[in-house]
């Protein structure tokens, strides 16, 4: 692939090729940005989630050590909660603030939300001082604001 080549679409070439070091290489020598990038990183990251093994760590380890150099917090952050979504954890809680059970009832309360929708979907733990999968949770945060933002927009 040339120099030049948008970063998704060389990418997408190794991809397919199921050359996934080569586009992880790439990546590394890409500037970060938050597009095209965090795209390519998340394309990735999905591939590895699909993966078993060593497969799935010669793909996912690289990642997480780049994730962890970049100097963008939110871009860390977004990166982090892409790849989750793939069920890749790419935070030993390095990036994502660790929360408690309690700490997630307050914010719940301050913000007049309601906890046991959210237990549907995300498995909080029984202790108050126990931490809770903290991109889980902003995950299905993420889900219901967009769901109740729909709502509201044809109700309007």
Request: proline content about 3%; aromatic content about 6%; glycine content about 6%.
């Amino acid at each position: 692939m040339t120099a030049g080549a948008r970063i998704t679409d060389a990418v997408g070439h190794f991809r397919t090729r199921g050359n996934w070091k080569s586009a992880v290489k790439l990546v590394r020598g890409r500037q970060p940005e938050r597009l095209r990038w965090r795209a390519a990183v998340g394309a990735l990251t999905s591939d590895a989630g699909r993966m078993l093994g060593s497969d799935r760590m010669r793909v996912e380890e690289p990642i997480r050590e780049l994730v962890l150099d970049l100097d963008d917090s939110f871009l860390q952050r977004e990166i982090i909660l892409d790849a989750r979504l793939h069920r890749v954890d790419l935070d030993r809680g390095e990036i994502l603030p660790r929360w408690t059970v309690s700490d997630l009832r307050r914010l719940a309360h301050i913000a007049r939300a309601d906890v046991s929708l959210l237990q549907r979907y995300v498995a909080l733990p029984a202790g108050f001082e126990a931490a809770i999968d903290t991109a889980a949770v902003v995950l299905a945060g993420r889900a219901f604001s967009n769901m109740f933002r729909q709502r509201a927009q044809k109700l309007w």
